[in-house]
């Protein structure tokens, strides 16, 4: 999986020898010995880290008579920071997208309220009237049991047809009803607004 790719090359690059050896293979191949001498390491401590960038495919090696080359596989490290800036990107469009919805959301709400916060009228749009009920239904408690009653009375608050809203709440599944008692459905379970 992509993503596993990714973690695994991120952790290997986690460690300051690593992206050292990385910055002096970027130049040229090198064998062990050379790498160990420039950074002022121990071979076996060389062994340890180029096996790691081994197994995450930032380098590989070639033999060349008796001296083992390591080099640089800049296409894969290219390729995971692709995927990186691709992740980052992606994350923008959403972002950029909350806005937009949110900016919508709120010209809807201006445009179906009064001032003083009354329901002018229900949307025909499905769209604008699940904005308008989840605005209005933003004041009830998740966990409370509402008798019908006092559905009613907090309904009238925004608008007078409050037989039409609460059947809404229990279409769209904002509410459910058992016994004459309502209750909030999770958010996960309201109607998506699209």
Not at 146 to 152: A, S
Request: hydrophobic content about 35%.
């Amino acid at each position: 999986m992509q993503l596993d790719r990714l973690v695994t090359f991120y952790k290997t690059m986690g460690d300051p020898t690593r992206v050292r050896i990385v910055t002096l293979l970027a130049k040229g191949p090198l064998h062990g010995q050379a790498i160990a001498g420039k950074l002022g390491l121990t071979p076996p401590t060389i062994t340890h880290h180029l096996k790691k960038l081994r197994e995450a495919s930032v380098v590989y090696e070639r033999r060349d008579k008796n001296m083992i080359y390591f080099y640089l596989n800049e296409s894969m490290i290219k390729q995971q920071a692709l995927v990186l800036t691709q992740l980052l990107d992606k994350k923008e469009e959403e972002l950029e997208n909350m806005v937009k919805v949110s900016l919508e959301r709120q010209k809807v709400i201006d445009n179906f309220f009064t001032k003083e916060g009354k329901l002018k009228n229900i949307p025909a749009q499905r769209k604008k009237k699940l904005m308008v009920f989840e605005h209005i239904i933003q004041g009830m408690k998740v966990g409370k049991k509402y008798q019908e009653k006092e559905i009613n009375e907090y309904i009238k608050q925004f608008h007078d047809d409050y037989a039409t809203i609460r059947r809404e709440f229990i279409i769209n599944h904002y509410m459910f009803r058992e016994n004459g008692i309502y209750e909030l459905n999770p958010h996960e379970m309201w109607a998506k607004i699209e």
